[in-house]
């Protein structure tokens, strides 16, 4: 049993929010392997269980997983398989590079130094296939959201906001400023595991360009 | 068995069941955005429910039929005309080799289905045949269709014979839409919001969600949140004042504040909502929408025993 608090989320999820949100991968693999629900999402912070309304009433829904979590062990999730990514720095891949290195008054190369010297570690998979919120940036970088998304950035882009990175797997619109890119392919459909990436797994990344 | 695409139209493309049990890997539900009208095109034919189908925004589409078939188009209502003749909507329809089907363009709603005997085939991944066309995968190539594709059939064993949708079971389309919807996590944030109920779509209005403009209370400070998980019928308060309806296509995770969550058994009217459209919000308790849904899917299943919503 892990201390946790349980919500409804709309009609149709539950929200489970442990008090330390390092038991949330763990707890959402339990779930996962229950077989119960027709999907178990991680954020941030909460652990997020959907459920067929038809099936199952929300009042019945809370109550199930109460009464599961009572018996809940957690299992060590463990930790993935280190990987290292090349990060191509030069300008076409990294827009907004120079810029955030100058707001954290440090040259690029010294800005690029921080960041790669950081413990990073992959935090989740979420808002679009493969896309990764990678933890543990240096925190004395601060970086804040495009106050106009980019309409598109290429996939492999490697954005970048205080305290974590995400790396978008897809082109498409993007609001985090970009410091490089990525040369493997994070998410291809014609790969026999697609997701390069997943949840626990270190990273660290290779500078070229630049 | 197979038909050629000779009017593309805009962004069709080919749904199934959607894909449960990804949503952590980033990979969203897909499938049709009108479920149910979907699975009455498929029951006309008879085809399971989530039957490999066309979806057809605005209408505006044609085929050429390359062997006799049995086909049904519902949803949004537009003038079908096969070699010329006018053709009703929710009933089967005998189509011969040669055949050219055309669809008019939608004035109420936003989608049209077509099913057929056998249901399309496509490609599967990730357990589903539903497109996805931010990834390029499922369906056709994972992408729209265009000029001359191709569209295989798989082949039937069943004769629907000839079916019409129960009069009582067709959905009037007009420009206003009343949605149920449930409080979300964060609608604390804009107490005071169903006061005033003047809420139109934009046309910013895709499978990944349908931008909501009107008197939103505004947002104090930039109200943004720890990424979290977010469903299809989740609706996010945005900085700028507008609000999104999120669609089967809609990332799984955000930061932008969850305010409200349209119903379950409401999902499906989301897919008919066009830019212009009126919306009004009615308030509902999570039991008093498990109790909606459960009765509309009962009410369904005395035609489609086998229907989900």
Same mark, same amino acid.
């Given at each position: ?20 949100? *390092? ?15 027709? =999907? ?11 459920? +067929? ?17 009572? @018996? ?13 990514l090349?990060l ?6 990294a ?12 040259? $690029? +190369? ?8 950081? =413990?990073?570690?992959?935090? #989740?998979?979420?808002? $679009? ?15 804040? %959201? ?8 290429? !996939?492999g882009s490697v954005g970048l906001?205080?305290?974590?990175i995400g790396l978008y ?9 970009i410091i490089g890119r990525v040369?493997?392919?994070?998410? +291809? ?16 990344l ?5 | ?17 959607? %894909?449960?049990?990804?949503?952590? #890997? ?6 049709? *955005?009108?479920?149910?009208? #979907? ?6 034919? &008879?085809?399971?429910? =989530? ?15 390359? *062997? =006799? ?19 009703? #909507? ?13 669809? &008019? ?50 082949? @039937? ?43 139109? !779509? ?10 909501? $403009? ?13 990424? !979290? ?33 349209? $119903? ?46």
């Open positions: 049993m892990i201390d946790c608090n349980i919500s409804l989320l709309g009609d149709d999820a539950v929200c489970l929010r442990p008090a330390d949100r *390092a038991h949330r991968h763990a707890l959402a693999q339990a779930l996962r392997t229950s077989g119960r629900w027709l =999907d178990v999402v991680p954020g941030k912070e909460i652990v997020a269980v959907r459920f +067929d309304p038809f099936m199952c009433a929300p009042s019945e829904a809370v109550a199930q997983l109460k009464d599961w979590l009572k @018996s809940y062990e957690e299992q060590s999730s463990g930790t993935g398989e280190p990987i290292e090349t191509d720095t030069s300008s076409a891949n827009p907004d590079l120079e810029a955030l290195a100058q707001q954290n008054n440090l040259s $690029t +190369d010294a800005f690029l130094q921080k960041v790669i010297q950081s =413990d990073l570690v992959v935090d #989740m998979l979420g808002f $679009t296939p493969g896309f990764a919120y990678v933890d543990g940036v240096d925190k004395s970088l601060v970086a804040e %959201r495009l106050s106009v998304p980019r309409v598109r950035v290429p !996939a906001l205080s305290g974590q797997a897809l082109g498409g619109p993007g609001g985090w400023p040369h493997e392919r994070l998410f +291809d459909a014609k790969r026999h595991e697609p997701f390069l990436l997943q949840a626990g797994q270190p990273i660290s290779k500078l070229v360009g630049g | 068995m197979s038909f050629v695409v000779t009017k593309p139209g805009l962004q069709v493309t080919l749904q199934a069941a959607p %894909r449960h049990g990804l949503r952590h #890997m980033g990979v969203p539900a897909s499938g049709p *955005a009108d479920p149910l009208s #979907m699975a009455l095109a498929n029951r006309l034919v &008879g085809n399971p429910p =989530d039957a490999c189908s066309l979806e057809i925004p605005f209408g505006m589409f044609s085929l050429a039929a390359q *062997a =006799d078939a049995k086909i049904a188009m519902t949803g949004a209502p537009v003038t079908v005309r096969i070699n010329g003749e006018a053709k009703p #909507m929710h009933q089967t329809l005998s189509v011969r080799a040669g055949d050219a089907i055309e669809l &008019g363009s939608a004035e109420a709603g936003a989608r049209v289905y077509i099913a057929v005997a056998g249901g399309f085939t496509g490609t599967t991944f990730l357990g589903s045949t539903s497109t996805y066309l931010p990834a390029a995968f499922g369906g056709y190539e994972g992408r729209a269709l265009k000029s001359g594709d191709v569209l295989a059939v798989s082949a @039937s064993d069943v004769d629907p014979g000839h079916l019409e949708t129960p009069e009582h079971m067709r959905q009037v389309f007009s420009h206003g839409f009343a949605l149920r919807c449930v409080p979300g996590p964060d609608e604390s944030l804009i107490a005071g919001w169903d006061k005033k109920q003047d809420f139109v !779509a934009s046309r910013r209005a895709d499978r990944t969600g349908i931008e909501v $403009t009107g008197s939103w209370p505004r947002l104090q400070k930039t109200a943004l949140r720890p990424s !979290a998980p977010i469903f299809p019928g989740g609706i996010q308060l945005t900085p700028s004042g507008a609000a999104f309806i999120l669609l089967q296509d809609a990332q799984t995770t955000g930061g932008y504040p969850h305010v409200l969550q349209v $119903t379950h058994a409401d999902h499906h009217v989301l897919g008919q909502i066009r830019p212009g459209d009126r919306i009004q919000f009615l308030k509902r308790t999570p039991e008093e929408a498990a109790d909606d849904l459960r009765e509309k899917v009962a009410f369904f299943r005395s035609w489609i025993p086998d229907l989900r919503l």
